[in-house]
């Protein structure tokens, strides 16, 4: 066979050693803070039957999916006269039965209904998976990525809306990030539409509001106008888009605005709770503000909306999540609402990256190589390679007597700080030298003291 | 839309809290040893370009792989001509441009390929990730399964033979399991086939001695006579039958045996100087057998062959691998020679299962559940939650302040040990009521005695 030149799918991605050690450094930090808080960890497959993912992400998300061919002959059952078919859904439909995961969500409220009997309420899960999505790739936007979610559902105590934010607070404090967590409550957005007498364009208004600073008071006026909204209620937003302080400020002000609205006082009186746990000791490392523009998710979430945004790096959100009220409808079973969040682990990787705040500790590299001399240095070293990896030190030996150039070179290209060598003197001494690649210092040592310096 | 009783695909699997801590357990020991003897881990993408699995794994593995479906106008520049054409193999080529991986060795080759100049030689890489076949569901056999393979490519030394049998046999010390870890080298059977004067059927006489055991000599002989075998050639193998003995007694006979074949003396030297290295301290605690029926993978491998079998339960092998002589050449890479080893987390999961030997510490539960009565204690409660978790303890509340049997029996199921009650003469000792759920005990202690408790 002709050799061929190899590549991967676009949109997907090689991971070299070191991005794993960084991107696990950032995995492990979220699934310790996760574990820490309760949340327990399922997997769910890669592939789930397309009567399970199909219609729950909208057309464009059908569109989305990866389908797998059906094993076997695909075509069995297939009529001729269906290629002719202009509608290649229903094909596609006929010769793939599944697909990939679009997202953590639907495969854990599939996972929900058909394990229900297995399961204790409340249910906190996480789940830290790929997922893939036939998106059109782009700087940052991938076919192939993790997502990290963590749910809780079965409860509607606000102390859950607490605990998933002093969970985000505690990872972005482990990550040494500067993150601000904005809040919002759908209910507050349902409020405002309905005080304005406009309660169908809750989302039309929400997007809007998002980008007053962007494009100015009149454009979005100018748009919503466009969108046949009546001047006289658009008017009655203008102390909304006056809206300005701290949180305390705001949520006055909103109280007033939304005196009238039952489900907009609920909203602020949710949101007032969660700030008043989260006042609590221990202080949060992070900021925390009302933020009224955030619109994420306004079709499934119901109650708190949640993004949290780097403060140092300009980038999207990098988590984000929300209050729902019915997760598992869908599969028959109704009534299970909750809360979650999800990280972004790829952005998280951007910002990091950026502020070159990986800590050294998260690259684990060999501690110590061992030259080789050949046949009578190796019976000397590996009981000394033996001892070390008990002692939980990460130790090699160059497998070939190569040139010591050669060798040096693995070592150096491999971030390996010391190198030890044993020739005639020192295995007549019982001892190896160490050598600190970094200062180019040697020392003749016993095991012990070298044990000693490794461990450092 | 009409509720849908939730499934998942044939032959895939959910893994529940309790499943994955074990199996985290297994995926932690092995990725811990991969890491202490100098591995690195990369990933590759779930999907890989079917120009780059086909023909890989013979024309029963092309069978087996997960094609997935053009994204978009799958049929654009499909004839309809080509839809009655009965080879549904070339029209599969044409809608399905990407396949799932089948395994982890193929991905790796086009890594190195892709990145070889990045890559520093020799390369020792781990990777631990699942893979897909659409092969017939049975019981310990999935669509997919995680591998856990570790390779050093670029080295033809025999320490890295020696490193990887050290290396499992760490993992299973670890795990605490039994085993034995077989031997051979296709240089011994290569001998063999020489010396008999039948290079060619390598595989049928190792095959027929492999099955000498189960079905007798003279069924054996019968079998190589049916396939061709002249019987003065047959004969010259009677004395392989008949060999007995530990390693040293088997190695002796072959010397004589094979002491004809420069190939069959080389496979020998190999095995013993492998051996030699096992030999030095400090002590292996496995039991390493040589054993001249070990088949497994004839058609790659060149030197080492290694598999490892449960000395307690009665099953397949649970680990294996062996040398390489060209890992690359398909991708236009010749001379990539290299060792690596595979091991099977499904079927030891089972073996640990079977033998109820998974450690408590491998099912990481909560360690303190406090019992929520409302608003007030929820204020006293949430900073010492917040004070246990900064010391590393593993800590919840039960969000909603429902009746304490429901509470109860929620820490119950979800096997926390202990459950933290704060009411009102707690609050006003600054204290909180500890119950130990095995035994009933309860004590009145401080936070700070609560953290000493939690903590022993």
Request: charged content about 30%; hydrophobic content about 40%.
């Amino acid at each position: 066979m002709a050799a061929q030149k190899p590549s991967i799918p676009k949109g997907t991605r090689d991971f070299s050693p070191i991005e794993m050690s960084r991107r696990n450094y950032i995995f492990s930090t979220i699934r310790e803070v996760f574990r820490k808080y309760g949340f327990q960890q399922i997997e769910t497959p890669a592939m789930e039957n397309l009567s399970t993912l199909l219609g729950k992400y909208g057309e464009e998300g059908d569109k989305l999916l990866f389908r797998i061919l059906n094993s076997g002959d695909f075509l069995s059952g297939v009529d001729s006269g269906e290629f002719s078919d202009p509608d290649h859904a229903a094909l596609a439909g006929k010769i793939s039965k599944r697909g990939l995961r679009y997202d953590l969500t639907v495969p854990f409220a599939r996972f929900v209904v058909q394990h229900r009997n297995e399961i204790t309420f409340p249910f906190k899960r996480y789940q830290v998976q790929p997922v893939w999505r036939a998106d059109n790739p782009q700087k940052g936007r991938y076919r192939e990525f993790y997502q990290c979610d963590a749910d809780m559902i079965g409860s509607d105590s606000l102390i859950n809306e607490y605990e998933l934010i002093k969970l985000i607070d505690e990872v972005f404090n482990r990550l040494k990030l500067k993150v601000t967590v904005k809040l919002n409550n759908r209910k507050i957005l349902a409020g405002i539409s309905e005080v304005i007498g406009e309660s169908s364009r809750i989302v039309d208004i929400t997007v809007a509001i998002d980008k007053l600073e962007k494009i100015g008071r009149d454009n979005v006026r100018n748009e919503l106008l466009g969108k046949g909204m009546d001047k006289a209620r658009l008017d009655l937003l203008d102390p909304v888009f006056d809206m300005k302080g701290n949180n305390e400020e705001k949520l006055s002000f909103l109280k007033n605005y939304l005196r009238d609205s039952e489900t907009g006082l609920k909203g602020i009186a949710e949101l007032e709770t969660v700030m008043g746990y989260l006042s609590l000791d221990p202080p949060l490392g992070t900021t925390i503000e009302l933020d009224i523009t955030l619109a994420r998710g306004l079709n499934y979430y119901t109650g708190a909306i949640i993004e949290v945004k780097s403060d140092e790096v300009n980038i999207g959100s990098i988590c984000g999540g929300g209050r729902y009220d019915d997760l598992t409808g869908i599969f028959g079973m109704p009534d299970v609402s909750g809360v979650g969040i999800s990280f972004g682990a790829d952005r998280i990787y951007d910002v990091l990256m950026q502020l070159d705040r990986f800590p050294a500790s998260a690259e684990e590299h060999t501690q110590v190589m061992f030259v080789n001399f050949g046949e009578k240095e190796i019976q000397y070293i590996l009981p000394i390679l033996g001892i070390l990896r008990s002692k939980g030190i990460i130790a090699e030996i160059y497998p070939d007597g190569a040139k010591l150039k050669k060798q040096f070179s693995y070592a150096d290209n491999s971030f390996i700080p010391f190198v030890a060598i044993a020739g005639d003197q020192e295995i007549a001494e019982k001892k190896v030298t160490l050598k600190d690649m970094k200062s180019g210092e040697q020392n003749l040592v016993t095991v012990e003291e070298l044990i000693n310096m490794l461990k450092a």
